[in-house]
């Protein structure tokens, strides 16, 4: 009986996937597009600076530490001519009038961090 039912479905299922490509596939890449351009105002592969706190929202980010720009340690060149990007390091605290968080002052751009030579693959790994 199930048979049946399927039956009448066949000769529509590739309209239907026609269809999906044509309304679906423009949509994924305008919003790749959309996902690509930082809507702050940043330069593509700039990292985003905090202004407040992740968890609490308080504006009174105190400096503990500052390493300066440091490159990118999940990427790998190809050569070693080729430029690895550096990211500002910089740790501070939510003040006591805040949570008292410790975090990064700032958040490398995700394309820099994830792109062409990140270094992870999954499935490479054999456990």
């Known amino acids: ?3 049946l039912l399927v039956l009448p479905v066949l000769p ?3 309209a239907v996937l026609v269809l999906l490509v044509l309304l679906v596939l423009p949509a994924v890449l305008v919003l790749a597009v959309l996902a690509a351009v930082p809507a702050d105002g940043r330069r593509p ?3 985003m600076t905090m202004t407040e706190c992740r968890v609490c ?3 009174t980010l105190l400096p503990i530490l500052d390493l300066g720009s440091q490159a ?3 990427v790998f060149p190809r050569s070693r001519q080729e430029r690895v990007a550096a990211v500002p390091l910089e740790l501070v605290r939510c003040s006591p009038d805040g949570c008292g968080l410790v975090q990064l ?3 490398a751009d995700f394309g820099l961090m994830y792109g062409q030579g990140y270094g992870y693959r ?3 790994a054999s456990s």
Do not use: Q
């Open 1 to 3: 009986m199930p048979v």
């Open 12 to 14: 529509v299922l590739p």
């Open 105 to 107: 002052r700032h958040t």
């Open 57 to 59: 929202g308080n504006r």
């Open 122 to 124: 999954s499935g490479w």
């Open 72 to 74: 990118l340690t999940g």
């Open 45 to 47: 592969g700039e990292a």
